[in-house]
């Protein structure tokens, strides 16, 4: 607890120090200009992009996300219907004609 207590108070120092986030933010533009250079990492993000796009269910939790976020009255959904929707879904990679979307909790 007392470590915990130290680092977080040495951050939080840190932070209100302008020099210091002024180095931190120069340190930080020069590691992703570099990483933005390197051929190998930017192959795995495109592979890890090009898979992720092939499935279906996170088309599926995008769009609930964005619904969720829009829903001004912040309805809480199931996790059980979240879990029973997902195992109906197909598992080939196809999907349905309409997007299915977890049903509110009622009570």
Request: hydrophobic content about 40%; aromatic content about 4%.
């Amino acid at each position: 607890a007392d470590v915990t207590s130290t680092i977080t108070n040495a951050g939080i120092s840190a932070a209100r120090d302008q020099e210091i986030r002024e180095a931190m933010v120069s340190v930080a533009k020069v590691a992703i200009t570099d990483v933005l250079k390197d051929e190998s990492f930017l192959g795995i993000i495109r592979e890890t992009l090009a898979n992720s796009l092939k499935d279906g269910n996170i088309y599926r939790g995008a769009a609930a996300g964005v619904v969720g976020a829009l829903n001004p009255f912040k309805r809480r959904w199931s996790a059980d219907e979240d879990m029973q929707a997902a195992q109906e879904e197909p598992t080939d990679g196809s999907s349905s004609d309409s997007p299915r979307l977890p049903a509110p909790l009622m009570g």
